[in-house]
């Protein structure tokens, strides 16, 4: 059987699994087995709306028998999947690179209760692009500018760049003041995994991250920050400013993690800009975010 590319389904590609030794006699059984938390009857349906496929692409069938090692593929679907009405902005695509502005809430990459309703999902929709690849991260919670990898060919240079710290990005963010420290301020501490395991912590040792803070406003209570993050730690801005004593608004994780909210106000946090010299021609290139932030 001769292994080719799945296609997608409304943006989401296939997921592909090997089916591993077991006492099962249909596919069916093997995934009830594997994937517990899904009901029967959901895979039943997956099957019948042919979301369920062979290693060519071929729909497989309710009874299709189990063997060990057969290679599927499977379209991962979340029931009551919350809709996101804010869409993203398209900031420039060419072969190569494509740079969305995206909302506070939505996610880059499916995860969890979220599979169409991710920025990666839309973008490939829209454009038609199936290769397009995240080359960094950003949170949910945090609005602004993402850069993806539209070409296989040419996805390791441009992931070279945030890897060797040649992209140069720029964080806006709204937080309470902070008296008594001059600035620009350079923040370096050593991050780790906290609890609950999606927070993280400052910990004892050498230093794994820097942020550098500067003040682009000082409204009253609330000032304008600049954050440049030296080094891309998890959640490391909005860790750094907690620990500073301006924890970033409506921030639900730090300082303390706090019970979620449908209608909380979104993190006032914004990746605003992004700067680098294009490695495919050299070329400068830099690209603002339209989005603001407000309370």
């Known amino acids: 059987m001769t292994r080719v590319p799945l296609p997608e389904l409304d943006g989401v590609p296939a997921s592909r699994l090997q089916l591993p030794p077991g006492p099962w006699a249909t596919v069916l059984d093997a995934l009830c087995a594997r994937f517990p938390a899904v009901p029967r009857a959901v895979w039943q349906s997956r099957f019948d709306r042919g979301r369920v496929l062979d290693a060519t692409g071929a729909p497989l069938a309710r009874h299709a028998a189990h063997r060990a090692g057969l290679e599927i593929g ?22 190569r690179l494509v740079v969305a502005d995206k909302p506070h809430g939505l996610p880059v990459m499916p995860a969890g ?10 973008l490939r929709r829209e454009l038609g692009m199936p290769h397009l690849v995240p080359l960094h991260r950003l949170d949910r919670a945090t609005a602004g500018l993402v850069m993806f990898s539209a070409d296989p060919a040419t996805r390791a240079a441009y992931h070279a760049l945030f890897q060797e710290r040649r992209v140069v990005k720029r964080y806006e963010a709204l937080a309470p003041a902070l008296t008594g420290i001059d600035f620009p301020h350079r923040r370096c501490s050593r991050i780790e995994r906290g609890e609950p395991f999606f927070r993280m912590r400052e910990a004892d040792g050498p230093a794994n991250s820097e942020t550098v803070v500067e003040v682009i406003e000082r409204a009253g209570a609330t000032w304008r920050y600049a954050l440049t993050p030296v080094t891309g730690r998890k959640h490391q801005l909005r860790l750094h400013m907690a620990v500073l004593g301006a924890p970033i608004l ?31 021609d050299g070329t400068p290139r830099q690209f603002v975010s339209g989005r603001g932030l407000g309370g």
């Open 250 to 280: 409506h921030d639900p994780w730090y300082p303390t993690l706090q019970d979620a909210r449908p209608d909380a106000p979104p993190l006032q946090l914004l990746a605003r800009a992004l700067a680098f010299d294009d490695p495919h």
């Open 74 to 95: 499977y379209y991962r679907e979340v029931v009551d999947e919350p809709r996101i009405e804010d869409e993203a902005r398209i900031v420039y695509a060419d072969a």
């Open 113 to 122: 209760r979220f599979v169409t309703q991710t920025l990666l999902a839309r």
